[in-house]
């Protein structure tokens, strides 16, 4: 039996939401460092002891941004990797997905407070791991681990088979990132996609 929502437990869920849309924009534009709670309790014009009931810290605040930023790719992934297809036209499909979210200008804002800032704050390189590449490597590693057993792929470590998968994927996003090339159009990216695929098909071909 489904539990109805209070109007209370509706305006808290919807205050929280209103909280990490908030941080989510001060984090990307002003760096984790640069960012304080004060300064996010200012801008939803409230008080930090408002703030810090939600969250009891920074850290907290940012692990849900990470959660906030990284929910829809986690859907779009078990989407991506589905039982019922190919393999090839399986992973095809992921890294397409995979290569249009990292190069999402938001996510390569994340990416780079990530690399820029982890030196001196290594909890959210922790944090960004687990929420993000860890669960990707898990889920795409599982997916070839059972392409291995079927035959479908050549028998080998299916983790470090996804590592390589991904590793080939996002060489434009590299590229992206170090500013030398400006984000390709879709089919572009589909393109690359198919033919690093196609790399991979070699290498593990049964």
């Known amino acids: 039996m489904f539990e109805t929502k209070t109007r209370r437990d509706q305006n808290r869920e919807s205050r ?85 979210k990292i190069l999402n200008p938001d996510n390569m804002r ?21 929420r993000g590449p860890q669960i990707v490597l898990e889920r795409l590693s599982d997916y070839i681990r059972g392409r291995m057993e079927a035959g479908d792929l050549r028998s080998d470590d299916p983790l470090k088979a996804a590592i390589t998968l991904i590793q080939l994927t996002q060489t434009q996003h590299s590229l992206r990132l170090w500013g030398v090339a400006e984000i390709p159009e879709t089919e572009d990216v589909r393109a690359h996609a198919t033919e690093m695929v196609a790399l991979f098909n070699r290498a593990y071909a049964p």
């Open 16 to 100: 929280r939401a209103a909280i990490v849309s908030a941080a989510r924009d001060a984090f990307l534009e002003q760096g984790y460092a640069a960012t304080s709670m004060s300064t996010i309790a200012t801008h939803l014009g409230g008080s930090k002891g408002t703030l810090w009931a939600y969250f009891p810290s920074k850290e907290d605040l940012f692990a849900a941004v990470l959660d906030d930023v990284t929910a829809s790719f986690r859907r779009n992934l078990d989407d991506a990797l589905r039982p019922g297809r190919d393999c090839h036209t399986t992973l095809v499909d992921f890294a397409e997905r995979f290569l249009l």
């Open 110 to 130: 994340l990416h780079r407070l990530i690399v820029g800032e982890g030196g001196r704050f290594p909890e959210i390189g922790r944090l960004f791991y687990a």
